[in-house]
Nanobody, 122 residues
Framework: QVQLVESGGGLVQAGGSLRLSCAASGRTFSSYYVGWFRQAPGKEREFVAR????????YYADSVKDRFTISRDNAKNTVYVQMNSLKPEDTAVYYC???????????????WGQGTQVTVSS
């Protein structure tokens, strides 16, 4: 069993930055893929970014390329997403999740956190 806890959300003005954290307990992220997803009010959950724990390879949705950076700290069993140049359309609840196989499809992720709210004002 894996427990994931997101933190770092809050209110920020357009153009500002936030850093979200995803802390894992119960099992290490080693040999897994860790993804970030988001869900805005009235919209379906969508893929944001993912990282391979071994090797550290990253992949981003087109909507966040060159603005968001995903990283990991293996000693802390924590994955981060640094979000810069935030836009109002980035407003959503952000979730981290763990997959055994990676990808950007929701069904490929087995464990999910409770989410953290990010609100970007214009």
């Amino acid at each position: 069993q894996v427990q994931l806890v997101e933190s770092g959300g809050g209110l920020v003005q357009a153009g500002g930055s936030l850093r979200l954290s995803c802390a894992a307990s119960g099992r290490t992220f080693s040999s897994y893929y860790v993804g970030w997803f988001r869900q805005a009010p009235g919209k379906e959950r969508e893929f944001v970014a993912r990282i391979t724990w071994s090797g550290g390879g990253t992949y981003y949705a087109d909507s966040v390329k060159d603005r968001f950076t995903i990283s990991r700290d293996n000693a802390k069993n924590t994955v981060y997403v640094q979000m810069n140049s935030l836009k109002p359309e980035d407003t959503a609840v952000y979730y981290c999740a763990v997959s055994r196989v990676g990808g950007s499809t929701l069904s490929l992720y087995d464990y999910w956190g409770q989410g953290t709210q990010v609100t970007v004002s214009s």
